[in-house]
């Protein structure tokens, strides 16, 4: 399975209510039972297969930055089956991994789930076509067929913004093939991933970020409860810390946690990995990210989010993003 397939399942997760509103109940009572020791065991949870879109975190568990703050860190990869909102939610992780948009949308479900980093100021999703097709912007895309997951946010706001209504929506399914042998199709990806795996199948290609639409919600936006910061804001601290600084340190060296992703995920080449690695650094080290560091937040980009959400119609109108994030653990420059 593709690893885009990620943001269907998260998708999937938070725009299915009964997925996660019961588990929402459990956090309560499984925090009235944790108890943090002087080297409190804390545990964080990917959002996908281990890659270098989560290189810092995997930096700072193998060269030890977790360690030095004090904390007895655990990381998990993540996987199509895994929904990271209800673990954290629920308390089975301290930490979790997902899109700013997901945040949102369970929180719209009363689920007390709180931004604390923003791994990626830029979405490094793009839609993708065959080099050489009329296509040169999102506008162009109509009467192609879109290789898409319906479920994803994105894709109806493109379609309310640039009237793709003549698009022919395909379902994506994670599979490249359809797109390869299917010469005016677009397809969604990364652009981490995707076009280095289609230029090493000799297909030329040509894709825009979905950035550029305006849509551009915080990407690996690492999460915890309302709960967890306000009894242990030292722990929440701690882990910020030591988060940025393994991606301070990732940039300068890929190579410690480049052997730990190989070693979790053996499909990850070293080729893909240095790729991905180079594509994602201006994603992760602009923006505001440039001025106040890694992992910085502003209020007007979740409003700007909140708000596109309601004019797709997955957020009721007057939605107030207060509470759904915090600025208060990063480091700054």
């Given at each position: 399975?593709n690893?885009?397939?990620?943001?269907?399942?998260?998708?999937?997760?938070?725009l299915?209510?009964?997925?996660?509103?019961?588990?929402?109940?459990?956090?309560?009572a499984?925090?009235?039972?944790?108890?943090?020791?002087?080297?409190?065991?804390?545990?964080?949870?990917?959002n996908?297969?281990?890659?270098?879109?989560?290189?810092?975190?995997?930096?700072a568990?193998?060269?030890?930055l977790?360690?030095k703050?004090?904390?007895?860190?655990?990381?998990?990869?993540?996987?199509?089956?895994?929904?990271?909102?209800?673990?954290?939610?629920?308390?089975?992780?301290?930490?979790?991994?997902?899109?700013?948009?997901?945040?949102?949308?369970?929180?719209a479900?009363?689920?007390?789930?709180?931004?604390?980093f923003?791994?990626?100021?830029?979405?490094?999703?793009v839609?993708?076509?065959?080099?050489?097709?009329?296509?040169?912007g999102?506008?162009?895309?109509?009467?192609?067929?879109?290789?898409?997951?319906?479920a994803?946010?994105y894709?109806?706001y493109?379609?309310?913004?640039?009237?793709?209504?003549?698009a022919?929506?395909?379902?994506?399914?994670?599979?490249l093939?359809?797109?390869?042998?299917?010469?005016?199709?677009?397809?969604?990806g990364?652009?981490?991933?995707?076009?280095?795996v289609?230029?090493?199948k000799g297909?030329?290609?040509?894709?825009?970020?979905?950035?550029?639409?305006?849509f551009?919600?915080?990407?690996?936006?690492?999460?915890?409860?309302?709960e967890?910061?306000?009894?242990?804001?030292?722990?929440?601290?701690?882990?910020?810390?030591a988060?940025?600084?393994?991606?301070?340190?990732y940039?300068?060296?890929?190579?410690?946690?480049?052997?730990?992703i190989?070693?979790?995920?053996?499909?990850?080449?070293?080729?893909?990995?240095?790729?991905?690695?180079?594509?994602e650094?201006?994603l992760?080290?602009?923006?505001?990210?440039?001025?106040?560091?890694?992992?910085y937040?502003?209020?007007a980009r979740?409003?700007q989010l909140?708000?596109?959400?309601e004019?797709v119609?997955?957020?009721?109108?007057g939605?107030?993003?207060?509470?759904?994030?915090?600025?208060?653990?990063?480091?700054?420059?």
């Amino acid at each position: 399975m593709n690893r885009i397939m990620r943001r269907v399942f998260a998708g999937l997760t938070t725009l299915a209510a009964s997925s996660i509103t019961l588990l929402a109940g459990e956090a309560s009572a499984a925090f009235k039972h944790k108890k943090y020791q002087t080297n409190p065991s804390v545990s964080q949870v990917m959002n996908w297969f281990a890659e270098p879109e989560e290189g810092g975190q995997f930096d700072a568990q193998v060269t030890g930055l977790y360690q030095k703050m004090g904390l007895n860190m655990k990381t998990d990869q993540g996987g199509p089956q895994v929904s990271t909102v209800p673990l954290v939610a629920s308390g089975k992780y301290t930490f979790g991994m997902a899109s700013a948009d997901t945040i949102l949308l369970a929180r719209a479900q009363g689920i007390p789930v709180v931004a604390i980093f923003a791994v990626f100021q830029t979405d490094p999703q793009v839609l993708i076509w065959h080099a050489g097709q009329p296509i040169h912007g999102f506008s162009d895309m109509n009467g192609h067929p879109v290789y898409v997951s319906s479920a994803s946010p994105y894709w109806k706001y493109l379609v309310l913004k640039y009237h793709l209504d003549q698009a022919q929506q395909m379902q994506y399914t994670g599979s490249l093939v359809p797109f390869i042998h299917s010469p005016n199709a677009v397809i969604q990806g990364f652009v981490t991933n995707e076009p280095w795996v289609l230029k090493n199948k000799g297909v030329k290609v040509q894709y825009k970020l979905i950035a550029d639409s305006g849509f551009n919600p915080y990407q690996n936006v690492l999460f915890t409860t309302e709960e967890e910061i306000q009894k242990h804001p030292d722990i929440v601290a701690k882990y910020v810390k030591a988060s940025q600084q393994g991606w301070r340190h990732y940039f300068k060296d890929p190579g410690p946690a480049h052997a730990q992703i190989k070693k979790l995920n053996p499909d990850m080449s070293p080729a893909l990995m240095h790729f991905a690695w180079e594509q994602e650094k201006p994603l992760i080290q602009g923006g505001d990210a440039q001025v106040h560091g890694i992992g910085y937040m502003t209020k007007a980009r979740w409003q700007q989010l909140a708000k596109q959400l309601e004019q797709v119609g997955l957020l009721k109108p007057g939605f107030k993003v207060d509470g759904a994030f915090t600025n208060q653990f990063i480091p700054q420059k």
